[in-house]
């Protein structure tokens, strides 16, 4: 019986994370931005779009390239940053520093406590369309061009 319950446990480890899927309610989470202001997901947000890797968030930035400031937010967007894997001091002196120049927020996910549960592609980025926090639809860009058509619709 020990053996089964340990092989149980191995199992479910190593099993890999679902993806949050259409029709599910998104958990509330809260993070900070680049400039430390909190932020906590509520039912109003419409759009949640995540990135694991700094090549996801490069393709928010040229998708983004030229965009008024706060036209993201206006759109009912929000970015969330998977940061957890840049050295701390990369980060502080560099990195979040230079993202304060972006004109849409980053939520910056340090502790890879929540991008991980909505399984973002490693190169890209993922669109959460919501409705009172429940996911409408899942979308991944792998290229800009497509991400900023997409966003483009969205009208402010």
Do not use: C, H, N
Request: glycine residues 6%; charged residues 25%.
């Amino acid at each position: 019986m020990k053996t089964f319950w340990i092989g149980l446990a191995l199992a479910l480890l190593a099993a890999p994370a679902l993806a949050v899927e259409p029709g599910e309610r998104l958990a509330s989470w809260s993070l900070q931005d680049q400039f430390d202001r909190p932020y906590t997901l509520d039912d109003s947000l419409e759009v949640l779009l995540v990135a694991r890797s700094m090549e996801g968030a490069k393709l928010l930035e040229q998708a983004m390239a030229g965009a008024e400031p706060g036209s993201l937010e206006a759109r009912g967007a929000l970015f969330l940053a998977d940061v957890s894997r840049m050295p701390r001091l990369i980060g502080s002196l560099f990195a979040i520093p230079a993202m304060r120049d972006y004109p849409y927020r980053v939520l910056l996910d340090r502790e890879a406590q929540v991008v991980p549960q909505y399984r973002a592609p490693e190169q890209g980025v993922l669109w959460l369309q919501l409705e009172k926090g429940v996911v409408l639809e899942r979308r991944e860009y792998l290229s800009s061009a497509p991400l900023k058509a997409a966003l483009e619709q969205r009208a402010p």
